[in-house]
């Protein structure tokens, strides 16, 4: 063969792709529809020391730790970022990130607006995508079906989600996370992925 | 309705986008399957001085101008790129793209790569994406069953695609047109169109 029958297709270095946005936004639901599909995607679970609920599943909904397995990684600089929610722990380990890059399979992570602020400054070479409601009522009617919660702690989510939305600058996509069109936020960060592997100047994700 | 109804969707500006790549990597071929489904998308029609051949359609593979006509756009500043081949022109018109622009829908235009860089001084937020072949024999096969060239021919147009691809650092994206694998290469620039729409910060053309 010629030294012109060398291939011009060239692989693309692994990408680290931060899915975020406000509570209550549908983060979770758009993340099962990914998994069905990115089968070579590795979706990095957050850890946590909060007591497991009934219906959760410890390495699919959270990895559930003890508070010294916690404090132990956090100690070590082993969590990508993390945050103590009225007690509980909640952190992005970064070994499982660690393995899906030496392995070059992509990796996706959920974090809110302010842990994705951690990571960028971490890695900043991660796709930042915020994912956000259509508007701020119909983000409100989310939390009400999905909370029971009382009207002070739902205008204090509300509140949260009005400042974090005003953060979307700092991401690279935003996607909407339509009524009935979740089908079309998953195509669309589907498209993105597939976009940044067509980039002639890929990024490329230094990991600490 | 309360302030917290306010739609938190925003129309993103059109897009111009530039396809390039070498003679024979199937630019043609992918852009009819990109008519098929992107019907609000305005395909700008280069214009040319040559004799139409029996086989094309005025207005559909090029605008068959009079040489006068021709030199008056060029005299007027009225072609965003322009070349002359053989003693015959070719231009892209700019009124087309402004038209598209100032209607919000996007335009995609078809030029070598010499026309890509071109572009990118008049207009570098446009978005330029490069088809590429798997390989140089690749592309040999493909221009063999594609003109009854003679040798030297032959290898005078694979020695500037040679030159061609190594321009491709200019461009943003770099799509493969495999063999076989026209789809996929479709559904790429599909995919670099809907992540464009999604850049938080996204590009903005000003048309000269």
């Not at 693309?12 to 406000?22: D, Q």
């Not at 995607?41 to 957050?46: K, L, P, V």
């Not at 796709?127 to 204090?156: G, V």
């Not at 009005?162 to 009935?180: G, H, L, M, R, T």
């Given at each position: 063969?010629?030294?012109?029958?060398?291939s011009?297709?060239?692989?693309?270095?692994?990408?680290?792709?931060?899915?975020?946005?406000?509570?209550?936004?549908?983060?979770?639901?758009?993340?099962?529809?990914?998994?069905?599909?990115?089968?070579?995607m590795?979706?990095?679970?957050?850890?946590?020391?909060?007591?497991?609920?009934?219906?959760?599943?410890?390495?699919?909904d959270?990895?559930?730790?003890?508070?010294?397995?916690?404090?132990?990684?956090?100690?070590?600089n082993?969590?990508?970022?993390?945050?103590?929610?009225?007690?509980?722990?909640?952190?992005?380990?970064?070994?499982?990130?660690?393995?899906?890059?030496?392995e070059?399979?992509?990796a996706?992570?959920?974090?809110?607006?302010?842990?994705?602020?951690?990571?960028?400054?971490?890695i900043?070479?991660?796709i930042?995508?915020?994912?956000m409601?259509?508007?701020?009522?119909?983000?409100?009617?989310?939390?009400?079906?999905?909370?029971t919660?009382?009207?002070?702690?739902?205008a204090?989510?509300l509140?949260s989600?009005?400042?974090?939305?005003?953060?979307?600058?700092?991401f690279?996509y935003?996607?909407?996370?339509n009524?009935?069109?979740?089908d079309?936020?998953?195509?669309?960060?589907k498209?993105?992925?597939t976009?940044?592997?067509?980039?002639?100047?890929?990024?490329?994700?230094?990991?600490?």
């Amino acid at each position: 063969m010629t030294h012109s029958g060398k291939s011009l297709i060239h692989p693309t270095p692994p990408l680290f792709i931060v899915l975020s946005g406000p509570s209550g936004v549908g983060k979770d639901a758009v993340l099962t529809r990914l998994k069905a599909t990115e089968s070579r995607m590795r979706f990095i679970i957050t850890m946590t020391t909060r007591i497991r609920r009934p219906e959760e599943i410890d390495g699919v909904d959270y990895s559930f730790v003890s508070k010294e397995v916690f404090e132990r990684l956090l100690k070590k600089n082993e969590l990508l970022e993390s945050a103590n929610v009225y007690g509980n722990w909640y952190g992005v380990p970064k070994q499982p990130v660690r393995d899906a890059l030496r392995e070059k399979k992509d990796a996706i992570v959920k974090v809110d607006v302010q842990g994705a602020a951690t990571i960028k400054k971490i890695i900043p070479d991660s796709i930042f995508i915020f994912l956000m409601p259509p508007s701020l009522d119909e983000l409100e009617n989310r939390l009400r079906q999905r909370y029971t919660e009382k009207p002070p702690e739902l205008a204090i989510r509300l509140q949260s989600a009005a400042d974090e939305i005003k953060q979307v600058s700092e991401f690279d996509y935003v996607v909407i996370n339509n009524k009935n069109g979740l089908d079309i936020a998953v195509e669309e960060i589907k498209a993105i992925i597939t976009t940044e592997k067509c980039r002639v100047k890929p990024r490329r994700i230094i990991f600490p």
